[in-house]
């Protein structure tokens, strides 16, 4: 089941909604689940929430998955630039998203010390790194890479969905230098075939930034997924197909399938 709440975002001063999975029998059992944060949570559950009319699909896939867990969608601002702003962890100049002077980091650190506790307060969870993880798209993927660096103390699993990395690679690459990485850690790095450019040799931009992402992480000892998505697109309906794939990695140790 789905439910939805509101929650004071204290970075921005402002209240945002929360959009939160719960098993079917939450309310009949005392068990406890592991939890999973999602960026832009309007788009996980519902067509008629989603930004364009198409989300995840993933209560769906919930409601049929063998391990019960909850998910905590947090929906994004949807004033102007605060989206890209919110979900940039860093400042920096790009030449397709422009400057953008990112609150990321103050994001994360809402996310991991504000509302995790509260999550693990009034909900039934189990609250260590090791069954809490985060995931996300585009900025969202981004964030998720940057929260598994920043906060491996808390998040354990990263689903990084065509990410936008490219626009602070340099800064996450120290970031990881400086961070202390659990060996446990899991990162899913995805793109599609049709997002992004390709150099003048045809290589994917976005193949070399994951693949040089996926090897940083690979030298402190995480374990990561690659996975290029043929025909793949920057839209919900092409991330909905990767549910799978990604969380059988994170939860489950499968291995990526070649193919979706």
């Known amino acids: 089941m789905v439910i939805k709440r509101d929650v004071l975002f204290d970075p921005a001063g402002k209240m945002r909604t929360l959009h939160i999975w719960l098993p ?24 008629a929430d989603a930004t364009y009319g198409k989300s995840w699909g993933l209560a769906d896939f919930l409601a049929g998955w063998e391990k019960p867990m909850i998910v905590v969608g947090i929906e994004c601002s949807h004033e102007g630039n605060m989206r890209l702003v919110e979900y940039c962890p860093y400042h920096v100049k790009s030449g397709f998203l422009g ?18 506790p509260m999550i693990d307060r009034e909900y039934r969870t ?17 964030m998720s890479v940057y929260g598994v660096i920043r906060h491996n103390d808390v998040f354990s699993k990263a ?20 961070a202390d990485i659990s060996p446990d850690t ?42 290029e998505q ?31």
């Not at 400057?99 to 995790?116: F, Q, V």
């Not at 689903?159 to 400086?178: D, K, N, P, V």
């Not at 003048?200 to 997924?225: D, I, P, Q, V």
């Not at 043929?230 to 991330?239: M, Q």
Request: charged letters at 25%.
């Open 24 to 47: 079917d029998n939450y309310y009949e059992s005392d068990e406890r689940y592991p939890v999973m944060y999602f960026f832009d949570g309007h788009n996980l559950f519902s067509d």
């Open 99 to 116: 400057e953008i002077d990112g609150t990321g980091a103050a994001t994360l650190n809402w996310m991991a010390h504000t509302l995790k």
């Open 126 to 142: 189990y609250s260590f790194r090791e069954a809490t993880g985060i995931a996300g798209s585009s900025m969202g993927g981004l």
């Open 159 to 178: 689903g990084c969905l065509s990410s936008s990395i490219s626009i602070c690679m340099r800064e996450l690459h120290a970031g990881l230098g400086r």
């Open 186 to 227: 899991r990162v899913y790095l995805s793109w599609g075939t049709q997002e992004g450019g390709r150099s003048k040799t045809g290589e994917s931009y976005m193949l070399r930034t994951n693949r040089a992402m996926a090897g940083y992480f690979g030298e402190r000892g995480a374990m990561t997924a690659l996975y």
């Open 230 to 260: 043929k025909d793949g697109r920057h839209c919900e309906a092409d991330w909905e197909k990767q549910v799978p794939a990604f969380m059988d990695f994170l939860w489950r140790d499968r291995p990526v399938p070649d193919a979706l």
